[in-house]
C-alpha cells in the first residue's frame, strides 16, 4: 500500500531530467517512501472503522450503540462485553411492538419467564351478568403474569408506614415492559 503512495507521488511529481524517477533509490524517493507511512496507516484505521461501526462486529463503537439504543434499561448492567454486543443487537433486532408475543419475548430477553394475556373491559352484549363494571380495564390492558422474585411481606412491628402490605423484587421487569409499552397501553401485573 506504501508503494501505491509513493508511485502516486512520483506521478504528481514534475517531469525532466533534473528531477529523479521512481525505482533510482534517490533522496526524493526515500522522502516519499517516509510521507507514503501515514496515509497507509490512515487508510488501515479507516478500514478498521469501517468493520468497528457494525454492531456485531463493534468493539470501540460499543458505547455510541449503547447510548442511541438508551442501553443500559433501568439500571441492568451486563459485566462483559460480549453481553452488551448482545443485548445491542438484540434491541436492533426488536419487532413489532404492542403484541403479547412482544412482552413475552422483551421479558425472555431479559431473563424473566412471564405470560401475557389481554384483558377485556365489560361490553354489553359480550360480556356475563355478574362481571364488574367498573374494572380498571380499558382496551388496552395487557395482564403480565410471572413468578415472584424476592418477595417482602409487610410485617408489624418492622415495617413502615407506607410500605405495601407485599411487593416483588420485579422492579427491572416493570421498568423495562413499561419503558416499551405504547403511551394507550395499560399493564396490569400479576406477580406471584
Known amino acids: 500500500m506504501a508503494r501505491d503512495y509513493t508511485s502516486a507521488h512520483f506521478k504528481l511529481w514534475p517531469k525532466g531530467k533534473l528531477h529523479p524517477k521512481q525505482g533510482q533509490d534517490s533522496n526524493l524517493e526515500k522522502l516519499f517512501n517516509g510521507m507514503a507511512v501515514e496515509p497507509e496507516r490512515f487508510n488501515d484505521e479507516a478500514k478498521a472503522k469501517l468493520i468497528e461501526a457494525m454492531p456485531d462486529q463493534t468493539g470501540a463503537f460499543l458505547e455510541d450503540w449503547e447510548r442511541i439504543l438508551g442501553l443500559p434499561l433501568c439500571g441492568q448492567q451486563l459485566p462483559t ?18 403484541n403479547l408475543a412482544f412482552f413475552e419475548e422483551i421479558a425472555a430477553l431479559f431473563g424473566f419467564d412471564v405470560t401475557a394475556e389481554t384483558l377485556k373491559p365489560f361490553r354489553m352484549g359480550s360480556s356475563r351478568m355478574g362481571e364488574r363494571l367498573n374494572s380498571a380495564v380499558h382496551l388496552s390492558t395487557i395482564k403480565i403474569t410471572g413468578t415472584c422474585i424476592d418477595p417482602h411481606y409487610f410485617r408489624m412491628g418492622s415495617s413502615g408506614m407506607g410500605e405495601p402490605l407485599f411487593s416483588c423484587g420485579n422492579a427491572g421487569l416493570v421498568c423495562i415492559l413499561e419503558h416499551f409499552k405504547l403511551s394507550f397501553q395499560y399493564i396490569i401485573y400479576d406477580l406471584t
Open 81 to 98: 462485553r460480549e453481553e452488551r454486543r448482545d443485548m445491542v443487537l438484540a434491541m436492533l433486532n426488536i419487532g413489532p411492538y404492542a
